[in-house]
């Protein structure tokens, strides 16, 4: 049996499966959006190289440790088999660990800019060690199979606290660098309607606007997590009502917030492809409008009238993005 009753376990274990069907249904999509969207549009030929890139393969390997994790944490809730809550909590560590080495490699040159060389190699030499720290989880539980369920789950959840709270302070560092970037960078204005493109700069700035929103879901689970705990500790049966209400609610809102922080650069990438598509129309348009001598004034209206369009959409017409 599991430390909750059967009702609350069934409960708990239908939200573990529906969170875990979000994160599969991630890792589909970002799959045939790359293979039949972006790489096609963009004139990328279709290969295993292509397709499997660093950020690619870190964030599919984030969402299938994500989609592990929910699996195993329900099949936890229905047996109460202490193998299958070491299974959840090494994949909740692979998932936070995959996951920071993802924002990492996305955003290596917007830390570089906004830290020195020093304060960059620290958090280097911290990122590395990472993945230690989130395995906490899973060596807590496996050092407590002698101890009663409730007991073993104290460990486990402070395992837990500890290994998400690495995550957030190293997402910390990047909500910083990524905060400080947008506020740095101002958007470039248009001069006389004609597009000034600058392809790095619209990527960094698209990348720093889904990290921070990334960072913030992140947060959002560690407050969560620790309301969770805290509900915990009070009633480890969960047998009052009212502690099982503030427990369930601390539930959701910290599944809903690891989910949302892996969703995010999903969403990240398709504004990546939409703004580079963007992009590339209005170079072409720019192309054709100034190699035809005579037709200036009309062009530049047919430019003006692109950017226009793209402002409404919130695209940043000023630049472009080759994902």
């Not at 599919?60 to 809550?85: E, M, P």
């Not at 309301?227 to 969960?238: I, T």
Request: contains cysteine; proline residues 4%; aromatic residues 14%.
């Amino acid at each position: 049996m599991s430390y909750v009753d059967r009702e609350q376990a069934q409960e708990m274990r239908m939200l573990s499966f529906m969170w875990g069907g979000v994160n599969f249904s991630s890792i589909v999509f970002l799959l045939v959006f790359t293979i039949c969207v972006d790489l096609p549009r963009r004139g990328v030929p279709v290969s295993f190289e292509t397709i499997f890139t660093t950020s690619h393969s870190l964030l599919l390997g984030v969402h299938v440790a994500a989609t592990s994790y929910q699996i195993f944490k329900g099949f936890f809730l229905d047996s109460g088999n202490h193998i299958f809550r070491v299974a959840a909590a090494f994949s909740f560590g692979v998932s936070g660990a995959l996951y920071l080495f993802f924002s990492w490699a996305r955003s290596s040159d917007i830390l570089k800019n906004q830290y020195n060389a020093r304060m960059y190699r620290i958090f280097l030499t911290l990122l590395w060690l990472t993945p230690f720290t989130c395995t906490l989880p899973a060596v807590a539980k496996l050092s407590t199979f002698s101890l009663p369920i409730a007991e073993s789950e104290k460990y486990y959840n402070m395992g837990h606290f500890v290994s998400g709270s690495v995550v957030t302070v190293m997402d910390a560092y990047f909500a910083w660098a990524f905060y400080s970037y947008l506020v740095k960078f101002a958007r470039p204005t248009i001069s006389q309607g004609v597009p000034h493109f600058n392809d790095n700069g619209a990527r960094l700035q698209i990348i720093a606007q889904y990290g921070l929103i990334s960072s913030c879901f992140c947060f959002l689970a560690l407050t969560g997590f620790v309301a969770l705990m805290v509900s915990f500790f009070l009633d480890p049966s969960l047998a009052s009502p009212s502690v099982w209400r503030v427990y369930r609610v601390c539930y959701i809102t910290a599944d809903f917030g690891a989910t949302a922080s892996v969703v995010t650069p999903i969403v990240m990438k398709v504004r990546l492809h939409q703004v580079g598509m963007a992009g590339i129309r209005i170079r072409e348009e720019g192309n054709k409008t100034f190699s035809t001598p005579n037709a200036d004034s009309e062009g530049v209206l047919t430019m003006q009238k692109t950017v226009m369009s793209l402002k409404r959409a919130n695209t940043n017409p000023s630049l472009v993005v080759t994902e």
